[in-house]
T-cell receptor, first 113, second 114 residues
Framework: NAGVTQTPKFQVLKTGQSMTLQCAQD?????MSWYRQDPGMGLRLIHY?????ITDQGEVPNGYNVSRSTTEDFPLRLLSAAPSQTSVYFC????WGVGYGYTFGSGTRLTVV | KQEVTQIPAALSVPEGENLVLNCSFT??????LQWFRQDPGKGLTSLLL?????REQTSGRLNASLDKSSGRSTLYIAASQPGDSATYLC?????????????FGKGTLLTVNP
């Protein structure tokens, strides 16, 4: 199994540009989520999904959109990038039930200039 | 709102020493607790998962304990090695009897000196 795959690994955007960060998992996990990691702030939840067609906001959702049309994919969209969105983004997935922990992707390092 | 605190923020030890990393959380209604390791510029690697009904979990030289009532967890690393140098993150899974959100501490940066 590939686990959680994120693309791209690195990206530089200009202020105001849009882009989509891709996330895919092949473990048939119900839960998927996006986190951002900033120095001194730790990892913070942006959006999450408990299944196909169901999404909800996390702690820092402003400026980001998500959708979940399939169990496998959970893309994160930046509609109009801002320098404050410079960060490292991690996608994670988890299976419902006792005994299951989260699996994280390798991250996308985004710089907005 | 759940808050997770990790102490110390940084720790430097000589090789071979046993050490303890601490994690505390404010809301004891957790589903589980997960310890991760993060190497510089890399993703998160899961080390240990403790369900809310468990007291501890062990994997090799690592042992994690959980005391839900006091809102604390510890990660014990035995006979530390330079390869253990990394940031260790504690994350609490909670909400509504399920585990679809994690709240993270800010991590402990561990350096093991040869």
């Amino acid at each position: 199994n590939a686990g959680v795959t994120q693309t791209p690994k690195f990206q530089v955007l200009k202020t105001g540009q849009s882009m989509t960060l891709q996330c895919a998992q092949d473990m048939n996990h119900e839960y998927m989520s996006w986190y951002r990691q900033d120095p001194g702030m730790g990892l913070r939840l942006i959006h999450y999904s408990v299944g196909a067609g169901i999404t909800d906001q996390g702690e820092v959702p402003n400026g980001y959109n998500v959708s979940r049309s399939t169990t496998e994919d959970f893309p994160l969209r930046l509609l109009s990038a801002a320098p404050s969105q410079t960060s490292v983004y991690f996608c994670a997935s988890n299976k419902w039930g006792v005994g299951y922990g989260y699996t994280f992707g390798s991250g996308t390092r985004l710089t907005v200039v | 709102k759940q808050e997770v605190t990790q102490i110390p923020a940084a720790l430097s030890v000589p090789e071979g020493e046993n050490l303890v990393l601490n994690c505390s959380f404010t809301d004891s209604a957790i589903y589980n607790l997960q310890w991760f390791r993060q190497d510089p510029g890399k993703g998160l690697t899961s080390l240990l998962l403790i369900q809310s009904s468990q007291r501890e979990q062990t994997s090799g030289r690592l042992n994690a304990s959980l005391d839900k009532s006091s809102g604390r967890s510890t990660l014990y690393i035995a006979a530390s090695q330079p390869g253990d140098s990394a940031t260790y993150l504690c994350a609490v899974g909670n909400s509504g009897g399920s585990n679809y959100k994690l709240t993270f501490g800010k991590g402990t940066l561990l350096t093991v000196n040869p």
